[in-house]
Each structure stands twice: as structure tokens, then as C-alpha cells.
């Protein structure tokens, strides 16, 4: 191997968590208890007899937002309410408690009951869950929400979720795509644990590159992230936590095949080797290699594929220092196009990735001051990837190498709390299609530092900003704020602002377009994307006919400076070109949850989006048009019930995705007259979901569910399919709606009881 590239990464799990970066309120330090009364103490659960923290546990001053969330050790500390004395105490899949807080001074120990434990069970949250704590509008997937579908990746595992939506970009690759406050996946950055993962070569299949069975949590931030994160976040934010080597579910077991032939296998190992010391070992196998045609067009609906993907992970936990340490390696080969009754002449697409990653993460605690934190994430890729479209070659590598390193600390007390630190980024592309080169090396030393101010129970304010020196486009400054303000104790506000840039792969990130015969034009040259996204968000927590309720608001603007120009006005040819005009996106959302009885929730969801684009036509006119490919409406329902004791579980979601801009492929568009350019919508369509489950006593979980149950497909997704080869072939611009019809899967999960 040419270039190998070792690091040694270390995170926080006080300061750069998922959990911690964004959700956790530093505790308050001892000189200052005399002033501000607090109640201190822990929450955990028991195994076999020991005390296991809960790390995330929400603490609330009962009818109140004051509250806090557990830290790395299950400890919290929170200021004495003036009036209340009720404690409220929950954890996602543990039965909630309410304590009664007589002396404050005295240490409080919460011990939650795991619901498994529990003569009945009831499903607490489950549709849509917003962080009550964090100023960012973030939304909560947990692992009762992932297990609603069958989630065999982190691009299946949004299915119930309204503000992302999942598509295949195109009739060939097998790639999905994601729209996020209308706005393709690139312009989220994407984290594991707080690593920095699906971007670069990543981009077009890295969603598959992660195991749903790995997941125990999804945060999704909308807007601007914290800049302590990195400078990519443009439209938002999410980090996917995986789990623990100290994880108290030692064992997990998953397979799954459905009815297209696709089977898969998963299993997660965790095993505590002594009071310091623990493993993980988490692993997956899938494939897929049966042909399937269902409109009858010589090509296969799906590629086939097989994939192989393990991470080995060692953690070191004591009281004044945690390390984590680790190894990622991924192997996946997709093989599409036309049937193999075709022979060498086939119109075939190839992709073969290799995939390798290291990474650690440590942290410094200091026990005596729980608010104050050293951490360092180090973390290096090294990234192979081979394709072909027809006869044109791709190649791509790309070798990474990440740091960040953060302190948190106080201002006097904690409503005045802060985190700096410095980054470093070094990414090096080698693209080549056909005898097109993209070749550069990124190096992107950074600084940053975040100021939070909290007026307890009422407002937190947080302003941050970075400065980061990249070599090829100089000096960078982003800033970014967000507010929280309470204007009572059910009603929520939200506002943020911040500046975001990244810089573009040009053909990695549009491997969809590239199925085609289109003539590839590139006259973009090599400028960051550059963006401002402001928000405001509302959330209303109520009654409704006497049962709990939650009504969000929310609207978000992104408006781009620089952007790389994806240009499909022009039938046969594929243009790349720097923004000319204007690019903005709007996304407005309103969503209700409710539970109208026990153990049942319901959410309802409608989007809206808003996406433009200043274009050139070939009457040589720039218009300013709907951006292709981007629904302006959609609108989701999903309803969820389980049984008492979650013996039986039952979820169905119905989505209605509305009308689109295609591309128009014809040549006899009159572009002389208005709208001088030909505006094609796609038709709309309904798209139902569901699935049931049956848990046993003995840790088996059997579940049977369905995808596109409507059966609706789209009848011709690649254009002159009959020749392949022909200046009119295109099977990546024209994909709207799904393109193989109903599905049906069965799985079944195994996880020994504690």
C-alpha cells in the first residue's frame, strides 16, 4: 500500500459526546454552592448486582423545561427550584420516577427499572422526541424508534421520521439519498460519535456503510451545529452513536431477508475484562444475488452487492481518565445495469470500495470539578474506491487524517460556560473519470471557541465562532449562535444563525448523474461551497383531549454564496459550474405528537420546501428555477401501538410525497417563448410502510413488515433503456418515486437477558 495512515484519536466523553457536545449543562463548581443551592446525585440501573450509570438521563424539576442531562458518569447536579420539590427522572426504555427532594443537601441515587423488567410496559415518546435541553432544535431516534422498521442501514432507519426523507437517486447504483431542509446529504455533516464520516468519497454510499444494528441513538440538529463539530455544517447536523464496549448488552444477534432475495446477518459483542478494561466487537454481513426486473426493461431494479463491515474497539475508563481506541475496516462490491442474459455486451455499473479507518478518543475528567473537561478526537481514513459506468472508468482514493481537541470550563459558575480548542484537517483526493483528473490535497488548521449563558429555567444563548486557514482558499471565519428561550413552562422558541463551507467532490458526490450518455462538461473550478442558514423553531407541549401532545414548528433558510452547480437543462450533456446568481433553499415544517391512549402514538407531519436555483438554459437566458429532483410537499403519518408487556408491537407509516421537477429529455423544447424552458413535474405518489413484532421472555424478537405495501413504482426510470449505448441513454436523472414495487421481509433479534 502506498500511503498508510495510523492516528491515535481520542474524544471526550464529557466534552465531545454526542450527548455532551450539544445536550449536557455543566454542573455548577463547589466555591459557588453556598450561593446557589443545588441538589446533587446520580442515576444508573442495577446488573447483576452492580450500579451501571445512565449516561443521558433527563433530571426535570417536575412541570418545568429546568432540568439537566446525566454526564459520563450518571451524575448530575442541578439547582434548587425555588417553589418545586418534585424531581422527574427518565431514560429512554427505562420506566420513568419522580422523586420527592426533602434536603437538598442530601445526594440523591436514582435507580430506573429497565421496561423489561416491568409487569407492563408503555411506549414513552416513541414517534418524535426533541432534546428539551439543547438550544439547537435536535431531534431524538432511539433504538425502540429504529426498531420500529427493519433498519438495516443508516439510510433505512429515517422511515418514521418527517424531517429526513430517503430516496434512490438513481435506476442503477443502488445509492440513497437524503433531503434534509431541502438539501441533498452532502450539507449535513454527518458524525459517528463526533468523527466527522460520510463526506469525501463517502458521500454517495456511506448511509450503507452503517449498520442500523450498531446504532443506539440518532441526534439530528437543524441549522447551523456547533462549531465545536467542525465547519461543514451547512444545513444541519448528525451524530450517530454506536455501541460501547462497556455496553451492559453483552450480546446481539440480528439476521433478516426479504422478499427480493436480499439476507443479512449482524451481531454486536461487548465483554468487561476487568474494572478498567472492555471490548466491543461489532460485525455484519449482507448480500444481495438475485436479479430482479420488474418493468421488463433489461436492466436490474437493484444491483447486486456484497458487503463486509467490522469494527474492533477497546475502552479504558477510570475515575480521572477514559480512552477509547479502535479500528473500522469495510470491504462492499455492486455490480448493476442491464441482466446477465446480455453477455459482454452488456450495459454494466461497477463499484468495488475499500475502506479503512482508525481511531481513538480520550479524555481527562476532573472529578472534584464535574464541569470542566479535556478531550482529543484523533481519527484517520484511508479510502479506495473503483467503478465503471458503461465503459467509463472511475478511480477515487482518499486519505484523511482528523484531530480536535477541546476544553470546557466555567466562567465563575455555570451559567457562564465555555469550550475551546483546536482542529486540524488533512484530506488528500485522487478522482479520475475517464481522462477528467481531480486531484488536491486539503490541509485546514483551525481554532474555535463557544460561549454559553444560561438564565436558569428561562434562556440559553450560545455564541461560537472558528477560525480555520485552508491552504488553497485562505482564511475562513465561521460564526454561528443559537438561542432557547422559554417563554412559559410548556412553549418553546428557537433561533439560530451561522455560516457554513466545504469544498465539493465533484464526481464522487454525483455518481447518479453519471449513468447516463451524457456528455460530462466540467467548467467549475475549485471554490469552496459557501452558505448562511438562519432559523426559528416552536415547540408546544400540551394536552389534547386530556392525553399528552407535542406541536413543532419550525422554518429554516439556507442561502449560498458559492456553490457547485449540478446543470441537467441541457438534454444531452452534464455541466458543472460555479453558482451564477442565486441558490436558496427554504424548508418550512409543522408536526403533532400525540398519544390519545396508552401505548398508542401517532405523529403527523407536513413539510413544505422552497428550493431555487439561478440556471442557464440553452436559449443562453439565466432563470431562476425550482430546483430538479427536490418535492415541494410532503406529508407523513405514522401510527405506533405494542401490548402490554411489548409482547406484540405494531407501526405503520403512510407518506404522501408530492410532485417534482424533472429533467426534460426531449430535444424539441421551444426556448424562445415563456417560460423559454420546459417545466416537468412528476406525478405525486402514496408510499405505506408497517411492520409487527413479537418479543419473547427469552430475549428473542421475532418482527415481519412490509416497504411500498401500495405496490406503486415508477414504470420507466431510465430513459432508452433499449440502447444503452445511444447518445439518449439516461438512468440517473429521471428517478422520482420508487423503482421496484412491494417488499416483504422477516427478521428476528436476539439479546440475553441481564
Request: aromatic content about 12%; proline content about 5%.
Amino acid at each position: 500500500m502506498r500511503f498508510l495512515f495510523l492516528w491515535v484519536a481520542l474524544v471526550t466523553v464529557g466534552t465531545a459526546s454526542a450527548q455532551s457536545d450539544s445536550t449536557k449543562t455543566t454542573n455548577p463548581p463547589a466555591d459557588s454552592l453556598a450561593a446557589k443551592p443545588t441538589v446533587r446525585g446520580s442515576v444508573g440501573e442495577a446488573v447483576n448486582g452492580k450500579h451501571v450509570p445512565l449516561i443521558g438521563a433527563t433530571v426535570l424539576w417536575l412541570g418545568t423545561s429546568a432540568g439537566i442531562v446525566t454526564d459520563q458518569d450518571g451524575k448530575f447536579q442541578l439547582s434548587v427550584h425555588p417553589t418545586i420539590n418534585r424531581l422527574v427522572v427518565s431514560y429512554v426504555g427505562y420506566q420513568p420516577d419522580t422523586l420527592v427532594i426533602a434536603n437538598p443537601a442530601a445526594n440523591v441515587m436514582v435507580m430506573l427499572r429497565s421496561e423489561r423488567t416491568l409487569q407492563e410496559v408503555t411506549v414513552l415518546g416513541a414517534p418524535g422526541q426533541i432534546d428539551q435541553v439543547n438550544p439547537i432544535h435536535t431531534e431524538f431516534i432511539t433504538q425502540k424508534t429504529l426498531a420500529k422498521a427493519a433498519c438495516c442501514n443508516l439510510s433505512e432507519s429515517f422511515e418514521t421520521n418527517a424531517s429526513v426523507s430517503v430516496s434512490y437517486s438513481d435506476a442503477v447504483t443502488g445509492a440513497k439519498q437524503i433531503q434534509f431542509l431541502g438539501l441533498g446529504g452532502q450539507y449535513v455533516q454527518t458524525n459517528v460519535e463526533n468523527i466527522p464520516t460520510v463526506r469525501g468519497l463517502a458521500t454517495t454510499f456511506g448511509l450503507n456503510y452503517i449498520p442500523g444494528t450498531w446504532i443506539t441513538s440518532i441526534d439530528i440538529g437543524k441549522g447551523a451545529g456547533s462549531v465545536v463539530n467542525g465547519y461543514e455544517s451547512m444545513s444541519g447536523q448528525m451524530n450517530v452513536e454506536l455501541q460501547k464496549p462497556d455496553s451492559p448488552d453483552k450480546l446481539f444477534l440480528n439476521g433478516y431477508v426479504n422478499s427480493f432475495g436480499r439476507i443479512e446477518g449482524n451481531a454486536n459483542w461487548s465483554k468487561e475484562l476487568n474494572k478498567k478494561w472492555s471490548v466491543g466487537v461489532l460485525g455484519h454481513a449482507s448480500t444481495l444475488r438475485s436479479e430482479m426486473d420488474q418493468n421488463g426493461d433489461g436492466f436490474r431494479d437493484l444491483p447486486l452487492y456484497t458487503q463486509l463491515n467490522a469494527i474492533n474497539r477497546y475502552k479504558y475508563s477510570s475515575e480521572r481518565f477514559m480512552a477509547q481506541v479502535g479500528v473500522k475496516a469495510l470491504y462492499e462490491n455492486r455490480d448493476g445495469g442491464q441482466l446477465s442474459r446480455f453477455g459482454s455486451s452488456r450495459y454494466s455499473f461497477g463499484n468495488t470500495t475499500k475502506r479503512l479507518e482508525f481511531f481513538s478518543k480520550t479524555a481527562k475528567l476532573y472529578p472534584e470539578k464535574p464541569y470542566k473537561g479535556l478531550g482529543l478526537i484523533l481519527n484517520g481514513v484511508h479510502h479506495e474506491q473503483t467503478a465503471n459506468f458503461g465503459y467509463r472508468p472511475y478511480s477515487g482514493q482518499q486519505r484523511t487524517i482528523y484531530a480536535n481537541l477541546i476544553y470546557q470550563s466555567i466562567i465563575g459558575n455555570t451559567n457562564h460556560a465555555y469550550k475551546a480548542g483546536v482542529s486540524y484537517l488533512l484530506d488528500d483526493y485522487r478522482e479520475q473519470l475517464g481522462f477528467i483528473l481531480t486531484n488536491r490535497t486539503e490541509s485546514v488548521p483551525g481554532v474555535f471557541a463557544e460561549y454559553t449563558y444560561t438564565y436558569p429555567e428561562k434562556l440559553t444563548f450560545v455564541l461560537g465562532g472558528r477560525f480555520d486557514y485552508h491552504n488553497l482558499f485562505g482564511a475562513q471565519w465561521t460564526p454561528r449562535a443559537h438561542l432557547k428561550y422559554n417563554l412559559s413552562q410548556h412553549v418553546t422558541l428557537r433561533a439560530s444563525a451561522g455560516r457554513g463551507f466545504r469544498t465539493p467532490n465533484v464526481f464522487a458526490e454525483n455518481f447518479s448523474y453519471l449513468v447516463s450518455s451524457r456528455a460530462v462538461i466540467n467548467d467549475a473550478a475549485l471554490r469552496p461551497e459557501i452558505s448562511w442558514n438562519y432559523g426559528l423553531s416552536l415547540t408546544n407541549e400540551f394536552a389534547l383531549f386530556g392525553q399528552k401532545a407535542t406541536f413543532v414548528l419550525d422554518y429554516y433558510r439556507t442561502d449560498f454564496r458559492e456553490q457547485l452547480m449540478v446543470d441537467l437543462e441541457h438534454p444531452r450533456e452534464l455541466h458543472f459550474h460555479n453558482l451564477y446568481g442565486k441558490s436558496f433553499a427554504n424548508s418550512f415544517q409543522a408536526e403533532l405528537n400525540y398519544q390519545p391512549m396508552k401505548r398508542l402514538d401517532v405523529k403527523l407531519a407536513y413539510r413544505l420546501f422552497d428550493v431555487r436555483q439561478s440556471m442557464s438554459v440553452p436559449s443562453g437566458d439565466t432563470l431562476l428555477l425550482p430546483r430538479m429532483m427536490v418535492p415541494r410537499d410532503r406529508v407523513l403519518l405514522n401510527v405506533a401501538y405494542a401490548l402490554p408487556f411489548d409482547k406484540w408491537k405494531f407501526d405503520a407509516t403512510l407518506q404522501w410525497n408530492g410532485p417534482r421537477r424533472i429533467p426534460y429529455l426531449r430535444e424539441d423544447a421551444d426556448y424562445e417563448q415563456p417560460p423559454y424552458v420546459p417545466i416537468t413535474y412528476s406525478p405525486g405518489f402514496y408510499n405505506l410502510n408497517a411492520q409487527v413484532s413479537r418479543a419473547f421472555r427469552s430475549g428473542w424478537e421475532v418482527y415481519l413488515g412490509g416497504e411500498n405495501l401500495t405496490g406503486f413504482r415508477q414504470s420507466n426510470p431510465i430513459f432508452d433503456a433499449s440502447n444503452p449505448f445511444g447518445p439518449n441513454f439516461d438512468a440517473g436523472t429521471q428517478v422520482w418515486g420508487p423503482v421496484t414495487g412491494r417488499m416483504v421481509y422477516v427478521g428476528f433479534r436476539f439479546k440475553p437477558q441481564r
